[in-house]
């Protein structure tokens, strides 16, 4: 099943493949501060959820300050 039949179909099973994908965006940098601000509060709670499980501290401290600031 492909990314989009899992989104449509099981979304639990969508977020276990795609929830690490994002972190490891995140973790990388691939997002300026004002870019990754819109993406994450344009996520659905459980897909926030689900990638920062997956992220680490840095990561997480840098969503976390750019939260306090919107």
């Known amino acids: 099943m492909d990314e989009l039949e899992l989104y449509k179909n099981d979304r639990p099973a969508w977020l276990e493949l795609i929830a690490p994908k994002m972190a490891a965006r995140i973790a990388g ?4 501060d004002v870019v990754l601000q819109a993406v994450w509060s344009g996520m659905p709670r459980d897909y926030q959820t689900a990638v920062w499980a997956h992220l680490d501290e840095s990561a997480r401290a840098r969503i976390r300050a750019l939260r306090a600031t919107a």
Do not use: G, K, N, V
């Open 29 to 32: 940098d691939t997002y300026d």
